[in-house]
Each structure stands twice: as structure tokens, then as C-alpha cells.
């Protein structure tokens, strides 16, 4: 079982940056298409942006296309979100996710715990 953990979460100002780790254990990204998802308050869970294990192919949200990045460092066994321009409508509870079904399909396997992101206008 993958076990992930994310970071990087906090408090920033409408216009400014925060990147987002996801480090995982107990199995090697190398092998699992990873995703990033939030949730804003009352609102449902939904993606934000996902990378297929093999290549660089990847979907991001309109919401977030241009301004965030989802990467992986299969060395250091950890997926990243680079949120740039970050938006008040970007707060949410961040959640890092792994599959090794179809990378579109959202039903993730394993997920982390979330890390809060807030963003101040």
C-alpha cells in the first residue's frame, strides 16, 4: 500500500506562489499515474491536475491550467504542485493521489491527508 504525505500547505496573499509535495512511501511513483485534487469548502472534491506515470502527459483543470504545474522527481519519490497567481477561489484542502488504473478515471487508490491551503485577497 502507498502511503503518501503532503506539504507545503499555508497562508498566502491572492497573486503569490506556494509549492505543494506529495512524498510517498511504501511504493515507487515511477509505477502510478499521480494526481493532485482539492476541495474547497462545501464543495465536492475535484481534480486539479494529474501526470501519467510513464511520459509527460497531463491534464490540469481549466481552473488552474497556466498557472499550476504538477511534476514528479521519481529519485526522490515525490509528486509536486507549483501553484503560481494563486487565486482566494484556490483555497482548499489539497490532496495528493495515486492510481495504476486509466489517469483520467479519478477514483484514485491511495491518498494522502490533505494540507490547507489558503489564499488571502
Known amino acids: 500500500q502507498v502511503q503518501l504525505v503532503e506539504s507545503g500547505g499555508g497562508l498566502v496573499q491572492a497573486g503569490g506562489s506556494l509549492r505543494l509535495s506529495c512524498a510517498a512511501s511504501?511504493?515507487?511513483?515511477?509505477?502510478?499515474?499521480m494526481g493532485w485534487f482539492r476541495q474547497a469548502p462545501g464543495k465536492e472534491r475535484d481534480v486539479v491536475a494529474v501526470?501519467?506515470?510513464?511520459?509527460?502527459?497531463?491534464y490540469y483543470a481549466d481552473a488552474v491550467k497556466g498557472r499550476f504545474t504538477i511534476s514528479r522527481d521519481n529519485a526522490k519519490n515525490t509528486v509536486y504542485l507549483q501553484m503560481n497567481s494563486l487565486k482566494p477561489e484556490d483555497t482548499a484542502v489539497y490532496y495528493c493521489?495515486?492510481?495504476?488504473?486509466?489517469?483520467?478515471?479519478?477514483?484514485?487508490?491511495?491518498w494522502g491527508q490533505g494540507t490547507q491551503v489558503t489564499v488571502s485577497s
Open positions: 501526470r501519467r506515470w510513464s511520459g509527460d502527459t497531463t
Open positions: 493521489a495515486a492510481t495504476r488504473g486509466y489517469y483520467r478515471n479519478y477514483e484514485y487508490d491511495y
Open positions: 511504501g511504493g515507487s511513483i515511477s509505477i502510478y499515474n
